[in-house]
């Protein structure tokens, strides 16, 4: 344990420890995770601004989700089951606003996509087609698309649906009743609904989904939070077919033929990889987001499509914290066929909770937030933010791939060669999570890694690390302290949490 | 046999143990202790030889005994184990500390001295062999029970069978067998002699037991904390190792004589180590109830069973009996029937105080209690489970009683029950005299003739000091405390292989069945003991800090509940019984809190009366208690704590002080705490108001229980005071989310809500708890709010037009399911905390429509209307569309649109009115029927359409006919309903029919092959 002397102030020797690069690897141990407020919300402020949009006058606007429609207007979905389409979102001066109300009386909509001048929101018992047909700007067609999943009227009973994929069809994630069992049809699946309005139930395991979205490839991404069976908040792929963590729902594999047969259960106290190769079914998570380090309330995601409008990060995803009011960046790669990856503090300091994430037409990520029932780090009790890039870019590590023998960094900015060229200025450790019934878990499996080489390529932004004793199934986290970029700044986040699964040529172990 | 052992071979010896230990481990692999925390093993005495000693003995006791883990995983068929049990030593003797994930096994043995120390204290020699202060500090004994009142709450049989073989009787049991080296016969005598001194005069036998109690006593059992100490309440539960057994309890103590233990264990027990749980009265009968399940008892009441079929209370006199016989308790069930019979019971009960009693009796059919020949209480009649009650004088004594009872069809039931003069409210069984003629019961009935003799009971009295029962009991005779006769051997001068630590004890050593591994640790604990007797400074510190609490918390198995060090913390196997209301906070809020700093964090008076009285402050979530163990047992525990724990004070001068007055400090604070900023009250409550998320602990107590230093460093960083909470880090890393608040500046921050709960419940009342109304109001056209509304169901649509009308449709079972006036609905449940929940109407004149299908194809009349959510029987939602109103007068409206596979249903509701004269606002429905665009085949019959089901549907005649299809129908004689097919149809004519004991409205909708549909106006 840490401990602060009591006879100094407590914050002044806070600083002080900030300050000493030797026990940064210590910041990690205490699980406060990336600062994440005005001190280094400031920093990120250089590369990123965070811009509050004034919202509409005596109105709840507890954001659920965001979608951007053909002629500009920004269409904001409320939990109070409004919808409100703002114009004026891209312009320099958020001031100039403008906001009008298209839809009222939804429930509490967490999915936003449009097509062929209709909007889709995803409410908690449907999928709506909502159509202006009296051209009043208004609302007035309220068309069920698909309601085949049921709700008993529990709160947590959530439902998030994603844009529309390639073939046309809406993918809806539905949380467990009270976020812990399965009382009602479906609870606990993955459904996408066609373009027929047929629903295909797609996949079972969802505990409490906090977002849904695409990566570049269109394969379809949700994030699930920390409970039972998810040792912590992670991203998880949903392949077709596959069951993706909590068994609480797979009853329902009776009333979806498409699925095959109901997998075989998960062993509680087990581990992801463990029970990864013993049920061929079972698709672990493809990011975790370590408790407190990263967050603890994963939620939105947005995949970066601007074409570099936003800055170096072009179609990696960012996903929101809804308690630590963040934005977080996560790289995947596929080993195996299996997406695994890591991720990166990217932006701190949101209004609110950050729930709904989507970028505009012009390259900003506009995140949405509310904290009513989950308290957030921001102190509004909802908020609308745009984050920018100022064009500046910021030195951070921009990927980490998995190699058989280590990983291999690409920074965001060239390196100093010196720096980034020395093992010792990083450090690694791993620790995996419980994959177990009960609620959560501790890090456990705790081991150090040993860096032995770090490799500095010609081009100044990649850096090949040799590492020894990887841990396949354990997060690698990773401080990179020590680097310097080649203007002599120190890493804006120098952690990285890199979760991996399989090691590249290294068949899963079956115990 | 001191061996001298190098590091590196320990080292070995540690990772053998540990790999032996990690085959027997149980599923639980997680790891509860963080690594980084260490144990200051053998704190005084050092890395000495005393060390390596216990470790050899943990290896020596491993290979002959296994680990803890091993005992309780051992095969039940074996040979029982009669040794004393004590949970520390069981749990931790031979085991290792710290994280076996970790990559690197750094684990270290336990400190396996002081567990020696744990057993000698635990039975309690230093009773016999006199110690000194210092090692007595060192040992804690304890204290055996108090004899003196033992005969009012021990029956005699068992005291008889457990003085004959403690161990057999009671297993695990730490009283030494006194009597096991006498011959058989003089041990019966012996015992039989100890028997008659102890016992009373006016034995102790078993009342009634509720039954209706005996389930709940489960529940409350395993739900209190019970179970962290003994074995699950279950028939056939598994015997754990580290619980202390019940399986004898109910041969020991009687129903009332075990509550009144549970209730107050330490009268009988100072040493406390049985906890006082600070039960409900309620609560300490249910669970006595539990272990008294299976008792028989003598018959209590004669009883004739009549048969015949009555809607009153025959006059069961005239009758002649079926059967005739005697029963224990009004047990309706010794009727061979389930219908059509009577039964007279006949009893007496015995009233202890004169005074007033009331009377309850609760029947299923009709029921009568008289008392002396009277009836008292009546509750006669065809009915469902009811209850009458009366009040009645009655004096002390006997008094007869007769309980009638009949019963036609359907459930059957009866219970009575008194209350008065100090009884709580009870059954009335519990007042009942045996009956004199009965071979029920046996047991009871021959604990009822036990009698106490005299001579016996001298001989008793006589072995009682002898045999040196009087060294540990106390046993008081007046003022005076019956003294031992032999005085041993000191404790330090004892030869630890002989006496009682010897291979084959006899007497006059006390027997404590001692296996060989508990032999080895009390004799390496005396030998240890001793060494350190020759350096007082040693002694003194076993006997205080760290040591004593460690000492302390083994012998009061604080270690079952909470985690201190790498000490403690819920065994895996008795993991899944601390149970939580509030699955959401996740371990937080069903396992005891850590122990870990606890003298840092709680306030001097807090942690004072939490040792002494116990505590019930996470009661919102957590369903285990903090027991009251009292000041003298575990009082010590808190100067050590503090001693251990608590950082010095920050100098006067390194508080930040605040510029702005104090009322603007706590204002700051309240803002804070509330739901525009911080949002404390999202999870935790405040006051009487609960929080609006999970309800964690209550604000309003943190300056009772916390100390302000420690909570201004635990919210600057509460992942370092509780690793793994959810409680979030408001000030990660000194910043803060608030710059314009008290200058931006964290510590102040901090201080100013510390300072704002410095008034507890006074406070007032932070942002964002008390709910207030949102009247959702329609202004220009209709307005609708889909939610959980009560009355229309998980996948409700309201609709509320500016004229104060309102409906609610059902998107489950495609029907308008209320129809009210006035305000429409408050939807603060919902978008206020995370809306759990259903909300009705807010507004008056509430009519509600049948849940189920609105339409069916019946094949006649006659069919039932099918039951089920529409949904789920081919129905669809397909949406709805909003009329507003416009300037070209079309009134405003919904339609809402759903198909049954081969209908298309259309069904708009409009605040309008049929008539235009008419000038009252009503809602009119036009319902509009075609067959699907792609439709499946036609079910058979004929397509009718539910409008209402009521107890009485009557149609008015105006025009001279009743007939037509035009026409309007008076509901239940208050309100109306007039239908008209829409222009161009021409269906069939409504139908009024019964449906159970109601009626139903049905509107034919033609052939099923045809556009059809109907206008309805709904007046009320």
Known sequence: MNSIPATTSLFQSMKRFLAGGILAIGLASLGLGWANTA??????????????????????????????????????????????????????????????????????????????????????????????????????????????????????????????????????????????????????????????????????????????????????????????????????????????????????????????????????????????????????????????????????????????????????????????????????????????????????????????LQFSPQGDLFVGGTNRGWGSRGPKPFALDRIHWTGKTPFDIHKMEVQPDGFLLTFAKPVDPNSAGNPESYKMTSYTFIYQSSYGSPEVDHATQKITRAEVAADGLKVKLTIENLQPGSVHELHSDGVKSADGEPLLHPEAYYTLNRLPGQPLATK | MFVTRSLPEMRVIIKELSRRRQMFRSSRSAARIPPAVKPMLHASIGFSLLHLFALCGAIASFQMHGTSAMVAAADPATTPDLSPRVAGFERYHGALLGDATDEEDDRQPVDELALGRLLAGELNCSACHAASGEWKAALLPKQAPRLTQVAQRVRPDWLLKYLKDPHAAKPGTTMPHLLGSLSETDREAAALALTHFLASKSPITNNFVDRGLVNRGVNTFSKVGCVACHNLPQENAVDWKTSVSLSHVSEKYTVESLSRFIKDPHEARPAARM????????????????????????????FDYFEGTWSNLPDFAALKPVQQGETSGFDVELAPRNSNYGIVFHGTIKVPTSGEYQFWITSDDGSRLKIDGQTVVTMDGIHPAQTSNAKRKLEAGEHPIAVEFFQQGGGAELRVEVQGHKLSRRALESLLVPLPSTNKGATEQAAQLFEVEDNLAAKGRELFTSLNCAACHEYKIGDETLKPAQQAKTLASLDLLKGCLSENVTGPSANYRLRKDQQTAIQQALTALKEAAASPDALAALGSGKSKIHQTMLAFNCYACHQRGEYGGAEAIRDAAFETTMKEMGDEGRLPPSLNGVGDKLRDDWLQKLLNEGANTRQNYMLTRMPRYGTNAIGHLKDHFIASDRRPEPAPDSIPQFTEPEYRVKAAGRHMVGGNSLSCIKCHDFGQYPSIGIRAINLASMHSRLREDWFVRYLANPQEYRPGTRMPAAWPFGTTSLPDLLGGKPDLQIRAVWLYLQDGEKAAVPAGLVREPIELVATTGPLVYRNFIEGAGSRGIGVAFPEHVNFAWDANDMRLAMIWHGAFIDASRHWGGRGQGFTGPSGDDVLSFPAGRPIAFLKDTNEAWPEGLAREQGFRFQGYSVTPATSSGSPQSTTFRFTTGSLEVSDEIAAKKMDPNDPTIDLTRTLSIKPAASKGTSPEGTPLFRLLKAKKIEREVTSGTSQGSTGTFLIDGLWKITIRPLDGVNPADPLIRASGDQQELLLPLGDGKSATGWQIQYIW
């Open chain 1, 39 to 356: 001190a280094i919300a400031a920093d990120e402020a250089t590369y990123y601004t965070l811009e509050a949009v004034p919202l509409p006058k005596d109105v709840v606007l507890e954001v659920g989700a965001l979608e951007f429609l053909p002629d500009g207007k920004l269409a904001v979905s409320t939990r109070r089951g409004e919808i409100w389409f703002a114009s004026g979102t891209e312009d320099q001066d958020l001031s100039k606003t403008q906001w009008k109300r298209f839809a009222e009386g939804l429930h509490e909509v967490l999915g936003l996509a449009w097509k062929d001048n209709s909007l889709y929101a995803t409410q908690r018992g449907e999928l709506s087609r909502l159509r202006d047909l009296n051209g009043d700007g208004v609302a007035d067609e309220f068309e069920t698309i698909n309601d085949s999943w049921h709700i008993n009227g529990d709160y947590h009973e959530y439902a998030f649906g994603s844009k529309f994929d390639k073939e046309g069809n809406i993918w809806v994630v539905l949380c467990l009743t009270g976020s812990f069992s399965s009382e009602v049809k479906f609870r606990g699946w993955c459904v996408r609904i066609g373009p027929d309005g047929v629903a295909v139930p797609t996949c079972s395991g969802i505990r409490s989904p906090g977002g849904i979205g695409a990566n570049v490839e269109g394969d379809m991404f949700y994030t699930d939070n920390q409970g039972p069976w998810n040792g912590t908040c992670a991203l998880k792929h949903l392949p077709p077919g596959k069951f993706v963590g909590h068994p609480g729902g797979n009853k329902w594999y009776e009333n979806a033929p498409n699925m095959g047969p109901k997998p075989q259960d998960p062993l509680s106290g087990s581990r992801f990889m463990t029970e990864a190769a013993k049920i061929p079914e079972y698709e672990p998570p493809a990011i975790l987001f370590p408790y407190q380090k990263m967050g603890q309330s994963a939620s939105g995601i947005a995949c970066d499509l601007t074409g570099g409008k936003f800055g170096p990060y072009q179609e990696q995803l960012f996903v929101g914290d809804q308690t630590h009011s963040t934005v977080m960046r996560c790289f995947l790669e596929k080993i195996d066929g299996h997406y695994q990856g890591a991720c990166f503090p990217f932006r701190s300091g949101t209004g609110s909770g950050s729930l709904a």
């Open chain 2, 275 to 302: 906890p006082n749980l600070n039960l409900k009265d309620e609560e300490v009968r249910e669970i006595a109830a539990w272990f008294f399940r299976d008792i028989t008892l003598p018959s209590n009441l004669k």
